[in-house]
């Protein structure tokens, strides 16, 4: 149990479906991570809020939205995607001393894996 | 190229080898550097942190060649459980907010 929860742990959807990653960090932390992880790739970071604020955005597209409603909770809502969105989709936290600047130590969630029929 | 580089292996080694992995990065202006480790379907989980003047956490010895801009992990007695990705990760605070992730060294160790 790394203090990071995400649901759901599997998600098959539709490219026209709706659909929402949850995350929740029971750590304290002030900064939540969404990460995509795809098949012998490195992980790409796709948005960052520190202290709820968004302060990267890594060029993702719209069709991802991040929700960071407070400083434990992350949401990645999901609609129209396409079969290259399938991906291990990660959630991590950290307690970052200055907005912006890297924390030294990241928490990863479990992970939601998606598939885009 | 990319910014942070690794052999994706995989490397296959015995139990109780000695096994090197090493990553280089790009951007001098680098600032802070770990090793993590991803087992399969797992998330990644931080094993240590990487200094110049290295850093050992019992069987596993990480050190950082900023001359150079290659960091590495040494993992003496491998155990059958070591047996995962192991993932260098750079930070930096230049050109935005910045951790880069390398793509991973698979490690098996066999019986």
């Known amino acids: 149990e790394t203090g990071v929860t995400q649901t759901p742990r599997h998600l098959v959807m539709g490219m026209t479906n709706k659909k929402s990653l949850k995350c929740e960090q029971h750590?304290?932390?002030?900064?939540m991570y969404w990460y995509k992880q795809s098949a012998k790739k490195p992980l790409e970071l796709m948005f960052v809020?520190?202290?709820?604020?968004?302060?990267e955005n890594n060029s993702v597209p719209s069709r991802f939205s991040p929700e960071c409603p407070n400083s434990s909770h992350l949401f990645l809502h999901l609609h129209t995607l396409q079969p290259e969105d399938s991906a291990l989709y990660l959630c991590?936290?950290?307690?970052?001393?200055?907005?912006?600047?890297?924390?030294?130590?990241?928490?990863f969630g479990s992970g939601t894996q998606l598939s885009v029929l | 190229r990319k910014e942070v580089e690794q052999d994706p292996g995989p490397f296959n080694v015995p139990e109780g080898a000695t096994v090197a992995f090493n990553c280089t990065y790009s951007?001098?202006?680098?600032?802070?550097f770990f090793w993590y480790r991803q087992d399969c379907r797992k998330e990644p989980k931080l094993l240590m942190s990487?200094?110049?003047s290295g850093n050992e956490d019992g069987r596993f010895t990480a050190q950082l060649n900023r001359a150079s801009q290659y960091i590495s992990l040494l993992i003496r007695d491998s155990k059958l459980s070591d047996s995962a990705t192991y993932l260098c990760?750079?930070?930096?605070?230049?050109?935005?907010?910045?951790?880069?992730f390398g793509a991973g060294t698979r490690l098996f160790v066999k019986a």
């Open positions: 809020y520190s202290l709820e604020e968004r302060v």
């Open positions: 951007n001098s202006a680098s600032q802070s």
């Open positions: 991590a936290s950290s307690q970052d001393e200055v907005r912006g600047q890297p924390a030294e130590k990241l928490f």
């Open positions: 990487v200094y110049s």
């Open positions: 750590l304290g932390h002030n900064a």
């Open positions: 990760v750079v930070t930096r605070n230049t050109g935005g907010f910045k951790t880069i």
